[in-house]
Nanobody, 122 residues
Framework: QVHLVESGGGLVQAGESTRLSCAASGRTGDVSVVGWFRQAPGKEREFVADTNRWVGGTYYADSVKGRFTISGDITKNTVYLQMSNLRPDDTAVYYC???????????????WGQGTRVTVSS
């Protein structure tokens, strides 16, 4: 089992920045790719970004490209999502997820965290 715990988020003003963290524990050897997803009220969950913790590489949704940055600290088994120039439509519950596959495609994630809420006020 892999356990993922998100932290960060909260209430921020439009145009500001914040950082989310995703800490992995348990069978971390099964974690190759860590991704961030989000679900806004009344909408389906959507992919935000992911990264391969072993070989690097990142992949972003068009809606966040240039504003969000995903990075990882292997020594801490933690992946971060730095979110800048936030907009009200970034308001959502953000989830991190992991998979053993090396592929950066936004599918096939096996383990999920409980989510952390980000609210962007205008």
């Amino acid at each position: 089992q892999v356990h993922l715990v998100e932290s960060g988020g909260g209430l921020v003003q439009a145009g500001e920045s914040t950082r989310l963290s995703c800490a992995a524990s348990g069978r971390t050897g099964d974690v190759s790719v860590v991704g961030w997803f989000r679900q806004a009220p009344g909408k389906e969950r959507e992919f935000v970004a992911d990264t391969n913790r072993w070989v690097g590489g990142t992949y972003y949704a068009d809606s966040v490209k240039g504003r969000f940055t995903i990075s990882g600290d292997i020594t801490k088994n933690t992946v971060y999502l730095q979110m800048s120039n936030l907009r009200p439509d970034d308001t959502a519950v953000y989830y991190c997820a992991s998979k053993k596959s090396y592929a950066l495609a936004p599918t096939g994630f096996e383990y999920w965290g409980q989510g952390t809420r980000v609210t962007v006020s205008s």
